[in-house]
């Protein structure tokens, strides 16, 4: 039976869109997810709701336990993950408020702990990810987001940094060089391990920065994207409702 495990990012991780959740604390063997996780329905869908940053938002990206975050939307059950998470702009045409259904990924972190496969003592272990976000889930995001006359770009490359701090102007511009098209904290140790846990994952972006590259645009600040964040949430909000909705005409 399809579940779907929702992870929401910064100002978006406390959508009030479950009746009557019900709360459940998982421990995994990587150590407690980021939040507690609420389970209820949307239209019968049954649907697990987890805070990527905790539900004060307690933790910077680099100490987000994304293995604990996987593995306990595993055994609780999920089918699909859909992922929410500000990203900066790096392309002139994807404006503040747009939303961004990511495709693919360039990891420039650092120091995550970004696998399951830490020991090959069982067998070497190496995953696939030339196409690390599920194409169905990317299909029903967009075809709802277009539905819902939300701003919204059918695809793009996400550029995952380490942070906390921003970008430089000079890495702001050699991303723009390597084709990304937005940048963000979080998504590319999240998705490596959501398919190494063989879970359908799709992302979707909202932007609410130029980064620093844009001329004539004061560099971002933390409370410009919280700001953008708080004007544009419901669109994602109703996003997720609707997509969620989506699997119970399946
Ligand atoms: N999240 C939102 N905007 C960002 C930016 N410019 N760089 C990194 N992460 C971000």
Same mark, same amino acid.
């Given at each position: 039976?399809?579940?779907?495990?929702?992870? /929401?990012?910064?100002?978006?991780?406390?959508?009030?869109?479950?009746?009557?959740?019900?709360? *459940?604390?998982?421990?995994?063997?990587?150590?407690?997810?980021?939040?507690?996780?609420?389970?209820?329905?949307? #239209?019968?869908?049954?649907?697990?709701?987890?805070?990527?940053?905790?539900?004060?938002?307690?933790?910077?990206?680099?100490?987000?336990?994304?293995?604990?975050?996987?593995?306990?939307?595993?055994?609780? /059950?999920?089918?699909?993950?859909?992922?929410?998470?500000?990203?900066?702009?790096?392309?002139?045409?994807?404006?503040?408020?747009?939303?961004?259904?990511?495709?693919? !990924?360039?990891?420039?972190?650092?120091?995550?702990?970004?696998?399951?496969?830490?020991? !090959?003592?069982?067998?070497?272990?190496?995953?696939?990810?030339?196409?690390?976000?599920?194409?169905?889930?990317?299909?029903?995001?967009?075809?709802?987001?277009?539905?819902?006359?939300?701003? *919204?770009?059918?695809?793009?490359?996400?550029?995952?940094?380490? /942070?906390?701090? !921003?970008?430089?102007?000079?890495?702001?511009?050699? !991303?723009?060089?390597?084709?990304?098209? *937005?940048?963000?904290?979080?998504?590319?140790?999240?998705?490596?391990?959501?398919?190494?846990?063989?879970?359908?994952?799709?992302?979707?972006?909202?932007?609410?920065?130029?980064?620093?590259?844009?001329?004539?645009? #004061?560099? %971002?600040?933390?409370?410009?994207?919280?700001? %953008?964040?708080?004007?544009?949430?419901?669109?994602?909000?109703?996003?997720?409702?609707?997509? %969620?909705?989506?699997?119970?005409?399946?």
């Amino acid at each position: 039976m399809t579940k779907i495990g929702i992870i /929401g990012g910064s100002g978006l991780d406390d959508p009030d869109i479950l009746k009557n959740p019900e709360t *459940v604390h998982v421990s995994t063997r990587f150590g407690d997810p980021s939040s507690p996780l609420r389970c209820g329905r949307i #239209e019968g869908v049954e649907t697990v709701i987890l805070a990527r940053h905790g539900n004060s938002h307690q933790y910077s990206p680099a100490q987000v336990n994304n293995r604990a975050n996987i593995s306990a939307l595993k055994e609780i /059950g999920v089918t699909h993950i859909i992922a929410t998470t500000a990203c900066g702009s790096l392309k002139e045409e994807i404006d503040r408020g747009h939303l961004v259904v990511l495709d693919q !990924f360039i990891d420039f972190t650092r120091f995550r702990k970004n696998t399951f496969h830490d020991s !090959f003592a069982n067998g070497a272990k190496h995953v696939a990810m030339a196409a690390p976000f599920d194409s169905e889930l990317r299909q029903r995001l967009y075809g709802t987001a277009s539905s819902l006359n939300l701003p *919204v770009h059918r695809k793009g490359c996400v550029v995952t940094i380490e /942070g906390p701090r !921003f970008s430089t102007v000079a890495e702001s511009n050699m !991303f723009r060089m390597w084709g990304a098209d *937005v940048i963000n904290m979080s998504t590319a140790p999240e998705a490596i391990l959501a398919n190494e846990a063989e879970i359908p994952y799709g992302a979707v972006a909202m932007s609410t920065d130029y980064d620093c590259w844009k001329q004539g645009e #004061e560099p %971002v600040t933390w409370d410009e994207i919280l700001a %953008v964040f708080n004007k544009n949430a419901s669109n994602v909000t109703s996003l997720l409702i609707e997509v %969620v909705k989506g699997f119970s005409r399946k």
